[in-house]
């Protein structure tokens, strides 16, 4: 049985843990709050752009430019956007099961390669045997678009090159503070939207229609994967606010738990050294 300097030592530790659980709570849920404010911001734009390329897709040949040629899909890239650093509840978890799922349904049929950005996916396949393209930390502040743009530029030479056939980035879409989803997005080749038909819209390219789709495809891209990163910043620190808030809780209710066994404990001890002097007393008087 725990002694009383035991029990008190335990309550101090836990004490300890909660004030720094409630700290990483507030922090985060500072970071979330800005988070949202750039999604918020960043969403309408990179709609429009998908609307855009969608419509312009189905209007032009495939010939028209290099990332809108398809070809075998025996060569697959995923781009998969975890966090650098852990406590955030299952945001890392829930993002490798799916990523494992996408890689047992494609791995017999296609070559898969990855292309991991965070430490924390790094951390989990260097370990396995899956084919690590590259990789890159996600960094600890707010993600910037020159990020995005260096990861676009490097994926649309690659594809251009014929390095692989499709695209997939595989990122966490911020719903809510308790709700993230694991979302698969194709990036390339860029093709319009299943189930619709070829748009009627009619373009007039100025220079010329080349110039255009060299400029505004490869920025499509750019634009999604900085979406993708805001996305799942915003579910990083929406995560890890909730986790760290269920840790303050549970230290809470173990701060209570011990303290009532420490003042059971103490009152036990006080009762037997009372019956002690009682019975010593009583034996003084025979």
């Not at 579910?235 to 420490?262: P, V, W």
């Amino acid at each position: 049985m725990p002694s009383l300097r035991d029990i008190k030592r335990r309550i101090k530790s836990v004490k300890n843990t909660q004030q720094i659980t409630k700290a990483m709570k507030m922090v985060s849920a500072a970071k979330l709050r800005r988070a949202h404010e750039d999604i918020v911001a960043a969403r309408p734009y990179a709609q429009k752009m998908l609307d855009i390329i969608n419509s312009l897709s189905s209007s032009v040949s495939p010939d028209a430019h290099p990332l809108l040629s398809k070809r075998g899909n025996n060569r697959i890239e995923l781009v998969i956007l975890t966090s650098d650093r852990g406590l955030c509840g299952s945001f890392n978890s829930s993002i490798i099961r799916t990523s494992e799922t996408f890689l047992r349904k494609n791995t017999g049929n296609a070559k898969t390669t990855l292309n991991l950005v965070g430490k924390k996916a790094k951390d989990y396949f260097k370990r396995r045997d899956f084919t690590i393209r590259q990789e890159r930390a996600f960094g600890s502040g707010r993600p910037r678009y020159a990020n995005a743009a260096e990861l676009g530029k490097e994926i649309v030479d690659s594809y251009i090159m014929e390095t692989f056939d499709e695209v997939y980035i595989l990122y966490s879409e911020f719903k809510s503070a308790l709700n993230q989803k694991p979302v698969i997005q194709k990036l390339l080749p860029i093709e319009p939207p299943s189930g619709t038909e070829e748009s009627t819209t009619e373009y007039i390219y100025e220079p010329f229609q080349e110039a255009i789709l060299a400029d505004i495809l490869p920025k499509y891209i750019e634009i999604q994967i900085f979406r993708a990163l805001l996305e799942s910043s915003a579910s990083e620190h929406g995560a890890r606010m909730a986790a760290m808030d269920s840790a303050t809780k549970n230290a809470k209710e173990m701060i209570e738990g011990l303290t009532l066994k420490f003042n059971r404990l103490r009152q036990a001890a006080i009762t037997k050294e009372l019956m002690e002097i009682i019975g010593g007393a009583e034996a003084l008087k025979g």
